[in-house]
């Protein structure tokens, strides 16, 4: 494979954020973008195909979230993510669940329990432009962190 130069490429989109602050205690977040990207010629040729891979990135994106101060020394959010299909590996589009709870132990201690990708056990996300059909495919997850700052 090679990489080939677009001769002629077009982009356009827009993006937008809202954020509600509803009291002291709870906030709120809505953002979408909308990208639109269309190549004449643009990616990797297979010398033995003939093939063109074209890179083909999702066309919408819409995030939801909610930040609740539970009180002066703990915090609650939460996170849903819709992604449109995409790419040339037939990323199917996905949804995404995420939760943060944080605590504030001491003024210069926190611990924070993170969990990642509640709806499902696993999506493909993205993939690498060296190699356009491998797919990544990103698992539930659950973080603790203990940051200390000084």
């Not at 639109?36 to 010629?41: K, R, T």
């Not at 589009?93 to 944080?102: F, P």
């Not at 329990?113 to 997850?141: C, Q, V, W, Y």
């Amino acid at each position: 494979m090679h990489f080939v130069n677009s001769d002629n490429a077009q982009s356009w989109g827009f993006e937008t954020l809202l954020h509600w602050q509803y009291s002291r205690a709870l906030s709120f977040e809505a953002s979408y973008s909308f990208t639109s990207i269309d190549y004449e010629i643009f990616g990797l040729i297979d010398a033995d195909s003939g093939l063109i891979a074209y890179r083909d990135d999702p066309l919408t994106k819409l995030v939801l979230q909610a930040n609740w101060k539970i009180n002066n020394n703990q915090r609650l959010d939460l996170a849903y993510r819709y992604v449109s299909k995409a790419g040339i590996a037939d990323i199917p589009s996905y949804q995404v669940v995420d939760a943060k709870y944080s605590w504030n132990i001491q003024p210069q201690l926190q611990m924070a329990l993170m969990a990642r990708n509640l709806g499902d056990k696993a999506h493909s996300e993205f993939f690498d432009f060296l190699t356009p059909t491998t797919r990544a495919e990103i698992e539930r997850t659950l973080h603790v962190t203990l940051s200390y700052t000084w």
